[in-house]
């Protein structure tokens, strides 16, 4: 990772780590941890749309098969570390398989939409029929629309008794963000990220210098399933229920918002979209004047009119344009005052 760059991550973990500190004195830890939940999650889908190009439509199915492991884990095992595990490695494994299918097949991107989308609505379908006694994992059984509750949340390894929640809770939550954000700025800084980076550029140009492009996008696609994975484990503890609602329509739908009001091309963008949009949700809620879905509907269309490049992107931009502004002034007057000395010589 070049100075520069490790520069600007310290300073964004320095903030949000401040940020973090702060917040449970303007907004509840309950609220708070469901803002940074749906960040994480946000974030899986900017990483492999923005910075890899592969539109996916079916992040909500990785975020809801990480939530169903770790739940379905949890009531077989009666702990929370090695099903924790699971709410990673699942979906990381299964976005691994998809990916291969996908991209080894040399599907088009609207392919690609497609298929993500189809998936998660086949989860969504399956989940919810399965009400019946015989859909039994062990001793977990799915529930069907009911969901599954009743199931152990995190708690510190090895200390089953010892559970993380409310405060505690909140601040797992946050670590594990900024710890997912360093990794990935990692990985993007990395030869990797920078070869994920060309193919979305120019996907020929690189198969043509000699990478394997078809394998850098599945491992791509499976690491932003992972962090979805992770993003659906902690909110099964956080909700101590999952539901087929979460690989519904509506869910995939409101991260490819968050992502797109945020700003592509960035880690921060999809994240600060998801907390201000779930927030914003979370207001409308409380009142029945405005309908919330509308209100969100509104926000894209004036955001994807007003603001392409997403609002994180737009305000950079102002920064930059700023103070390139300010360096122009200082460069005419230095050149004005060398030309002054210049005459009195």
Known sequence: ????????????????????????????????????????????????????GILCFGQAAFFGLGAYAYAVAAINIGESTVPFLLG?????????????????????????????????????????????????????????FNGVPGFQTLNVPGYSNWYIYDRSFYYFCGVALLVVYALVRWLLASPFGRVAIAIRENETRVELMGY???????????????????????????????????FSLAQSAEIIIWCIVGGLGTLTGPVIGAM???????????QTVLDSTL??????????????????????????????????RVDRGGARRRMRDAANV
């Open 276 to 286: 201000i949009l779930a927030f914003l949700k979370f207001l409308l809620g409380q």
């Open 212 to 246: 394997d492009v078809r394998l850098r996008k599945t491992v791509l696609f499976a690491v932003g399933g992972a962090i979805a994975g992770l993003a659906g484990t902690l909110f099964a503890s956080w909700a101590e229920i999952v539901t087929p609602g979460m």
């Open 1 to 52: 990772m070049a100075d520069s760059e490790f520069r600007h991550a310290a300073i964004v973990i320095a903030v949000a780590f401040v940020a973090m500190l702060i917040g449970p004195s303007l907004v509840d830890n309950y609220t708070l941890t469901i803002l940074i939940i749906y960040g994480m999650l946000a974030m899986s889908l900017g990483l492999i749309w923005g910075f890899g």
């Open 88 to 144: 990673i490695a699942v979906p990381f494994a299964f976005a691994f398989v998809l990916g291969a299918m996908m991209f080894y097949g040399r599907l088009s991107d609207v392919y690609l939409g497609v298929i993500t989308l189809v998936v998660t609505l086949i989860f969504f379908k399956f989940i919810n029929s399965t009400a019946g006694p015989e859909y039994v994992i062990g001793t977990a059984r799915l529930g069907g």
């Open 295 to 328: 209100i969100l509907g509104l926000i894209l269309v004036l955001s994807v009119l007003f603001l392409p490049r997403g609002v994180v992107p737009t305000i950079g931009l102002l920064f930059s344009r700023r103070g390139l502004g300010r360096r122009k």
